[in-house]
């Protein structure tokens, strides 16, 4: 199984980004996508998962309201869009696939390799 993360870069702060998390090398239908985000003062900290399906989400509640998750289900993919960014959005940003529903990093067996968000002030 292989996860490709894209999508990240610079943006001003109240700015947007959209994630993508590709998978391949496997059936995802029954998967959770997880995205996790590795911060200058957190070495990994939890985002927000959907199902595969998209019928299941849950967020973090420091970006809770901003971030909203989506899945293709079909092209085994799941996009993360970001609203309304600030500059402790920063960070490194992963994809991991698991095969339940779950917050916790080590539940999820498939990383992706991630992507740079930096959000200006």
């Known amino acids: 199984v292989q996860l490709q993360a894209s999508g990240g870069g610079l943006v001003r702060a109240g700015g947007s980004l959209r994630l993508s998390c590709a998978a391949s090398g496997g059936t995802f239908s029954g998967s959770t996508f997880g995205w996790f985000r590795q911060t200058p003062v957190v070495e990994r900290e939890f985002v927000a998962y959907?199902?595969?399906?998209?019928?299941?989400?849950y967020y973090a509640d420091s970006v809770k309201g901003r971030f909203t998750a989506s899945s293709d289900n079909a092209k085994g993919t799941a996009y993360l869009q970001m609203n309304s960014l600030k500059p402790e959005d920063t960070g490194v940003y992963y994809c991991?696939?698991?095969?339940?529903?779950?917050?916790?990093?080590?539940?999820?067996?498939?990383w992706g390799q991630g992507t740079q968000v930096t959000v200006s002030s």
């Open positions: 991991a696939v698991g095969s339940v529903l779950s917050a916790v990093d080590r539940v999820y067996r498939y």
């Open positions: 959907i199902s595969a399906s998209g019928g299941s989400t």
